[in-house]
């Protein structure tokens, strides 16, 4: 198991600045997923740590060792590409076995590795096969069974499941994860797939422009995002924003107002919070915090029903709501997302939803996050010795 270490890494190309100031520690044997939006970097830092794109300043170091201006053969990585790579006209066993006949090791320990990582990825029957003759899904244990049997320092995977249709997604994440358990390799995965990041990840990364806006466990970024961009590119259905002003600062906390919205007061402020009365600021809720069953200690609220999907265990409605918009385009329009297990109303109809100001989020100009629910509620133990 090795670490990687990057400090302060820049990439330009041209007078274009790629990568910004980089620094990341990642711990032997930690699966580091790598999220943002296109062109944020992720395929560039990736490539960088491979030996694949040269770094314009800072350093990196692989296994406690300084490979910045080594070769990627050098570096003892392996990587997976989404297009899988494989060679057409050699068989599995010859693709899986290629690294390590071009790095002269003897026939019975090729024999031996292929193996090995053929039965872990339960692809021996495909051994003599082409890859043309395979599925996907199958292509893309090839190419991860190349990767194993090279027993590299650190794997690199780059979107590797974007090929393969959601079912397999699904099945080669859980594969991936399990792997990651039973090599107890260093891995970093770059992907486009919040779930993918959400489930695989010991720790998610996510850049924005060349820089890495945080870094941290999945459900530690997901409940307390550092800023409004990584509250708003963290969850499936996105977060839903309003914008509003500070209508009065209190030790009870900060009372906002909302166009269209009754008035809700805040308490969870960091205390470093740097709001003024008057000041703009953006509130969030998460789709899954608003009910359709709206409590009297709940903030009520009317919508429309444009659409609703339902999903079996849960239903995901799209809402016209005044002031309240969506993240991104998940449907192209407006309308704000409502994740529930109840029933949906009939589409078009007007209803009343709601939800808890602690579950409120609150952000300031600047976007930095000054309010977000409390995670864990633990109660409060009654005899202090126990
Ligand atoms: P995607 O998710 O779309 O793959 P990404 O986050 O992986 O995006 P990169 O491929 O790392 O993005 O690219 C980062 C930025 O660097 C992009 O704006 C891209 O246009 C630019 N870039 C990448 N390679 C080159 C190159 N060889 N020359 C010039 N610009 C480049």
Redesign the pocket.
Known sequence: MSNVKLTSVE?H??S?H?LKDISLEIAPGEFVVMV????????????AIAGL?EVSSGSIEIAGRDVTREEPGERGIAMVFQSYALYPHMTVRGNMGFGLKIMKRPADEIEAAVTRAADILRITEHLDKKPAQLSGGQRQRVAIGRAITRQPHVFLFD?PLSNLDAALRTQMRVEIATLHKQLGTTMIY?T?DQVEAMTMADRIVV?RA?VIEQAGAPLELYRNPVNHFVASFLGAPRMNFAEGRVAALGPGGAVIDIPGMPQLTVTELIPDHGLEAGMPVTFGIRPEHLSLVPGSEMIRLSGTLRLSEELGRENVLYVDAGDLRATGSDTGTDSITLVTGERAPPEGSSFAFGFEPRNAYLFRPDGKTVSAPRSVETPPSSDPEA
């Open positions: 990439k190309y041209g274009f790629a943002g939006p296109s062109g944020c970097g992720k395929s560039t830092l990736l490539k794109e979107e770059v486009h850049l060349g």
